[in-house]
C-alpha cells in the first residue's frame, strides 16, 4: 500500500515534467521540478559533490521531495486532501510561502511557519468539515499570486497558463 507522501508525490511529479532550462524561469535549469541550487545544496549536505540536475536519480528526487517541501511543510501533519493541496504549494511556492497560503486560509497569523496554533486551527476545520474549503482557498490565493507575479514582470506571463493548469490539476484531485 502507497503511504500518503508516495501518492502525493506521484501527483507533483505527474504536473512537474522532465528536465527543463527555460531562460525565462528564475529557478534556472530544473529537473522533476528540482532546481539546479536546491539539488546542489542537498547533494553537498550528503557528502557528494556537485553535479547537473539533468543526472538526478528518482531515489535523489523523491529524499528531496520527502525532506524539503512534505517534511519541512508539516504535510505528514494535515489530513487529506489538504496533505496534498499543501505539499504541491510548499513544491511550487517554497516552504515559507505556501505556509502563509495555509495559515490565511484558516485565518490565523501568516507568519510563514506552520506551528502549533496552526496545526490546531486546521484540526478545528477538519472537525467541523471545512478542509475542501481550505483547500480551494488555497488554490484561489495561489491564482491570484500567479497572476500577481505576471503581472509584476512580464517575463513571467509565459509560464502563467501552465501555472492555471497546474492548479486546476490539483482542484480537479481536491475534489475527486
Not at 141 to 156: G, I, N, T
Not at 157 to 163: D, E
Amino acid at each position: 500500500m502507497k503511504s500518503r507522501f508516495d501518492i502525493c508525490l506521484e501527483y507533483v511529479l505527474g504536473v512537474e515534467g522532465g528536465y527543463s532550462n527555460h531562460k525565462a524561469d528564475r529557478g534556472g535549469a530544473t529537473n522533476c521540478g528540482v532546481t539546479q541550487a536546491v539539488y546542489d545544496e542537498w547533494r553537498i549536505s550528503k557528502g557528494f559533490g556537485r553535479q547537473p540536475v539533468s543526472g538526478i536519480s528518482m531515489d535523489e528526487v523523491k529524499a528531496i521531495y520527502l525532506s524539503r517541501y512534505w517534511l519541512m511543510g508539516k504535510c505528514d501533519r494535515l489530513p487529506a486532501p489538504l496533505d496534498y493541496t499543501h505539499f504541491d504549494s510548499c513544491v511550487n511556492h517554497g516552504v515559507g510561502q505556501a505556509a502563509k497560503f495555509l495559515q490565511r486560509a484558516l485565518c490565523v497569523e501568516a507568519d510563514g511557519a506552520i506551528g502549533q496554533k496552526t496545526l490546531e486551527a486546521v484540526e478545528e476545520e477538519f472537525h467541523a468539515g471545512h478542509i475542501d474549503t481550505i483547500c480551494q482557498d488555497i488554490l484561489h490565493q495561489r491564482e491570484e499570486f500567479y497572476d500577481k507575479l505576471a503581472d509584476r514582470d512580464p517575463s513571467q506571463a509565459v509560464f502563467l497558463k501552465g501555472w492555471h493548469n497546474r492548479i486546476a490539476d490539483v482542484r480537479q484531485r481536491v475534489l475527486a
